[in-house]
């Protein structure tokens, strides 16, 4: 692994690390996570290969990390404060991330010695994946969709949260003023 490697994957790392503390959701959110990980995409992946079960693989993966992106995103707490949406991973959604980043992380160390090489050269053959380049856009997209998937959930809970109507027990004039005429519409009264 280079070094440009290690600091991606520990860059991704802290990002859950920094939204332990809550933050206020902001184009920052978004931006910075899509940004890393289009800067590794660029970087890793040049042609996806087709050929024996390379596709199913990169299929199977991507798949492996929306689902982590989806519980990520679901156990990431959304909620309103001071008319703001704010953001905080849990304990749980940051040991989903450490835990799928890890095993990347760990795969790919793993990959490059003598005996992990092999054992993968052995396993690739006897289930017909063709190439290197398929276990590392396997990964690279696994993490593209744990991202993506991830941000995706956090975004549709903020966007809900912020459009809910607040529950105060008050009510505007326009809610009386539609309550009342519903009232008036079953009632048959004008």
């Known amino acids: 692994m280079t070094t440009t ?3 991606i994957d520990i860059a991704l790392v802290l990002i859950v690390f920094r939204q332990l503390r809550e933050e206020r959701i902001g184009k920052a959110t978004f931006i910075v996570p899509l940004a890393m990980i289009t800067f590794a995409a660029k970087n890793y992946l040049h042609a996806i ?3 024996g079960n390379d596709l199913i693989l990169i299929a199977a993966m991507a798949g492996v990390g929306a689902v982590f992106g989806l519980f990520g995103g679901l156990l990431t707490r959304v ?3 001071d008319g703001h949406v704010h953001i905080k991973a849990t304990a749980s959604a940051a040991a989903l991330w450490v ?3 890890g095993f ?7 990959s490059t010695h003598a005996t992990g090489a092999a054992q993968l050269t052995r396993f690739s053959a006897a289930h017909h994946i063709t190439s290197g380049q ?5 990964l690279i997209l ?3 969709g744990e991202v993506v998937v991830r941000l995706g959930v956090i975004g549709l809970r903020a966007w809900n949260l912020s ?8 009510q505007t004039q326009s809610q009386t003023g539609r309550a009342r005429e519903y009232a008036m519409q079953t009632t048959g009264r004008s």
């Open 104 to 110: 990347r992380l760990g795969f790919a160390v793993w």
């Open 134 to 138: 398929a276990w590392v856009d396997a």
């Open 142 to 144: 696994m993490a593209f």
């Open 163 to 170: 459009n809910r109507t607040p529950r105060t027990g008050l």
């Open 79 to 81: 909620r309103s404060l």
């Open 5 to 7: 490697d290690w600091i």
């Open 49 to 51: 290969p087709t050929a």
């Open 99 to 101: 835990t799928s980043m």
